[in-house]
Every structure is written in structure tokens, then in C-alpha cells.
Nanobody, 119 residues
Framework: QVQLVESGGGLVQAGGSLRLSCAASGSIFRFSNIMGWYRQAPGKQRELVATITSGERRNYADSVKGRFTISTDNIKNTMYLQMNSLTPEDTAVYYC????????????WGQGTQVTVSS
């Protein structure tokens, strides 16, 4: 069973930056069709933040465009989310995800890491 573990969350002031990491127990990102970061704020549904495909196409939620950057390091089996110019609206639990379609399909989630942005 492949596992994903997020880290790098914490408490920062508005305007600050954080770099989230998602470490895989295996070379899951090498085989995934799409990987991404999602977040869930209190009282809100989980929402997509950023995705990256096996072809390295990147997509971002409108609310984070220009501020967040998603990337992967297949050698280290790690996915990152660089978050700049943080605002209190970015406060949420951030989850990483890796998904493969078709043969050997899977949909793997990490346990989440808390990001809190103070005013």
C-alpha cells in the first residue's frame, strides 16, 4: 500500500510563505496520471488547489494563481506546493493526492497538514 505524508504546514503571518511537501513511500508519482494539492477549511468542502499531470501540465485554482507553485521531484518521490503571499483565506488543512486511471488504478490521499495564516 503506497502512502503519502504531507509536511511543512504551520502558522504564518499574512504575506508570508510556506513550502509544503508530500513524501511518497514509493515511486508513485512516476506512475500517476495526475497529482495535486487540495485543501479544506472549517465548514467548507474540500477544494482543488493545484494539479500537475504526468505530462507536467499545471493547473491552479483562480484563488491561488500567481501565488502558488506545484512541482514534483521523481528522484526524491516528493511533491511540493510553494505558497507565497499567503492570506487568512488560505487557512485550511492541505492534502496531497495521486491518481492513476485504467490498469492499476488508484486514488491515494495523505493525512493532511494544517496551514494557518494570521492577519
Amino acid at each position: 500500500q503506497v502512502q503519502l505524508v504531507e509536511s511543512g504546514g504551520g502558522l504564518v503571518q499574512a504575506g508570508g510563505s510556506l513550502r509544503l511537501s508530500c513524501a511518497a513511500s514509493g515511486s508513485i508519482f512516476r506512475f500517476s496520471n495526475i497529482m495535486g494539492w487540495y485543501r479544506q477549511a472549517p465548514g467548507k468542502q474540500r477544494e482543488l488547489v493545484a494539479t500537475i499531470t504526468s505530462g507536467e501540465r499545471r493547473n491552479y485554482a483562480d484563488s491561488v494563481k500567481g501565488r502558488f507553485t506545484i512541482s514534483t521531484d521523481n528522484i526524491k518521490n516528493t511533491m511540493y506546493l510553494q505558497m507565497n503571499s499567503l492570506t487568512p483565506e488560505d487557512t485550511a488543512v492541505y492534502y496531497c493526492n495521486a491518481k492513476r486511471y485504467g490498469l492499476g488504478q488508484y486514488d491515494v490521499w495523505g493525512q493532511g497538514t494544517q496551514v494557518t495564516v494570521s492577519s
